[in-house]
């Protein structure tokens, strides 16, 4: 029977972390029992891993092609298994399941995390030793847990995380075939295709969506949050809502729900931001060929938040996803925060995080599989990395003292600015060209009277920054002072945007103007600035 996952997707690492994976090139039983304990353990709450027999491991990567097993092996592997599962303690038996991967056969096993924590298995198997010890997993090896690592797995002891815990409020006939079908369909798993020849509950015991004896299953409630067409009945509120402020009063809003299986509801939100919120501006200087282009959003930073939100998210609480965009920021709310040692602190200062533990263990590997996450660890990186890439200021990240909530607000880019919701962008120097001659106007005498109207009428995004500029200035700074004071990246694009046009203003200058490149080099604001700097002022 094929196991719901895309074995080639497993076998390269793309859908399993390396530290669940572990390669073994011929059959080792007493390599496996320790490794079938430590996930069963699952001190992580990663969900348990695979033990994948028929290939050689090579610096913690697979070596390909197969070596592969022989046909006569794989009966007898398979029944030395289930002799390994009953000496372990609790008795613990993973699944089995024997694939023909590039003209070789391979064994899989997959050992989900157990529910009656903590188990132990013989330290050999020879028949003179018989002591036990419980194995965990730390990186890509199974070892005995001792000291710390032995009090957090007894700790662990009947505390199954909430998405695999059994639903006795629901029945095994609240999962949906359907739903289930296009999900193996989905991912490509072998098990489509025997899925129509098998009954319904062995189809949902061997995804482990339904547990519990043969005469009285029950699924579980991850199986309701993705192959239910209404979870919200079974966990409230379990959807996302999304709040569009089209401007800054707080009036003009638009509000959107997002509801039915996790997967649905994470494909959809993200198909209304592509589609009404995340644009791009292209924006041609004067003095380069190349344009520069960025979005408000990058929708990679998006994704990623949201997925993570869902991820993260405890069902047990009446909270949804709340999502607010504004005109100068997105922020993604969800309850409760993250899971200790993870803190407030912690999130604020570090840009990669690798959790302990993880609140929901099997809702990960879902979307995971479904390529909705990347996976473990790899949340904070990837929106710094894409807001980063996009030169849009740094994503924030916040909890309390008490873990009550996680936001995250991702800042728009800062040269975009959107006119009444409508998408019309208004660049910071679209109109540098009249702002130049109000502003040498106004330095030949021109009197604040006729000046002000254009001062009301520019944009306040580009009033600010000017203003903020020029009010810096006043003191000599370096590039690298300037932009950290005003929080814009020391790149030379930054330098070409918001310097160069008001140096040929003649509203600041070089302290070095013949040599650029001075490692001493400082701008400071010139008289024409100063007076420009006034009339400013007077909006404010």
């Known amino acids: 029977m094929a196991l719901p996952i895309n074995i080639e997707d497993l076998v390269h690492g793309e859908t399993v972390e390396w530290e669940r994976l572990e390669f073994k090139k011929g059959w080792n039983p007493e ?24 290939i050689e491991e090579l610096n913690g990567q697979p070596k390909l092609p197969p070596y592969g097993l022989k046909s006569s092996e794989l009966d007898s592997i398979q029944k030395k298994v289930i002799e390994l599962g009953n000496r372990i303690q609790p008795l613990y038996f993973p699944i089995c399941q024997p694939y023909i991967l590039m003209g070789h056969s391979i064994l899989v096993l997959w050992c989900p995390a157990g529910d009656n924590r903590v188990y132990s298995a013989p330290v050999s198997l020879g028949k003179t030793n018989h002591s036990r010890e419980p194995y965990i997993r730390v990186g890509s090896s199974s070892i005995i847990a001792k000291s710390d690592a032995l009090r957090r797995l007894q700790e662990l002891t009947a505390r199954i995380p909430f998405d695999d815990r059994i639903n006795y409020q ?91 299986p996790l997967h649905h509801q994470l494909r959809d ?41 869902v991820y993260h998210k405890s069902y047990e609480l009446p909270n949804p996803i709340e999502v607010q965009v504004w005109p100068d920021k997105m922020e993604i709310l969800s309850y409760p925060g993250p899971v200790p040692p993870v803190n407030s602190k912690i999130i604020k200062t570090q840009r990669r995080i690798v959790a302990r533990e993880y609140r929901n263990r099997r809702i990960g590997d879902i979307l995971k599989e479904l390529h909705l996450t990347e996976g473990r660890g790899t949340g904070f990186p990837t929106i710094y990395g894409a807001m980063e890439a996009n030169g849009s200021p740094l994503p924030r990240f916040e909890s309390d003292d008490e873990s009550s909530y996680f936001l995250v607000t ?89 310097l160069d046009p008001l140096i040929n203003a003649g509203w600041i200058a070089l302290e070095y103007p013949n040599e650029r490149t001075n490692p001493n080099q400082t701008y400071k604001i010139t008289d024409s600035g100063k007076r420009i700097l006034n009339l400013m002022n007077l909006k404010g």
């Not at 009404?276 to 060929?289: F, G, R, S, Y």
């Not at 109207?453 to 580009?462: A, H, K, M, R, W």
């Open 170 to 260: 629901a029945s095994i006939l609240d999962l949906d075939l359907g739903l289930i079908m296009a999900y193996l369909q989905d991912i490509k798993s072998g098990l489509l295709e025997e899925s129509p020849k098998m009954p319904f509950e062995d189809l949902c015991r061997t995804m482990l969506m339904a547990k519990n004896t043969r005469e009285e299953i029950y699924p579980v409630n991850v199986g309701l949050l993705f192959f239910n067409r209404r979870p919200e009945q079974f966990f409230n509120r379990s959807w996302i809502e999304l709040v569009w402020h089209k401007d800054g009063t707080g009036k003009n809003y638009q509000e959107s729900y997002f509801k039915g």
């Open 31 to 54: 390599d496996v029992i320790h490794s079938m304990c430590a996930f069963a353990n699952d001190i992580h709450n990663w969900g348990g891993g695979y033990i994948i027999i028929g």
């Open 269 to 309: 939100i993200f198909s209304f931001i592509q589609s009404n919120i995340v644009h791009e501006q292209v924006l041609k200087l004067d003095n380069q060929a190349e344009s520069i282009r960025f979005f408000n959003y990058p929708f990679a930073a998006v994704e990623e938040a949201l997925s993570n939100a």
């Open 410 to 498: 991702l800042p728009a880019h800062d040269d975009w600015s959107t006119g009444a919701g409508n998408g019309v962008n208004n660049l910071l120097f679209n109109n540098l060209e009249e702002l130049i001659a109000f502003g040498n106007g106004a330095s030949n005498g021109a009197s604040n009277h006729g000046a002000r109207p254009f001062i009301e009428i520019i944009s306040s995004e580009l009033h600010d920054r000017v203003q903020e500029i020029l009010s810096l200035l006043v003191k000599k700074m370096s590039r690298r002072e300037l932009f950290e004071a005003t929080h814009l990246s020391n790149q030379t694009k930054n330098r070409m945007k918001y």
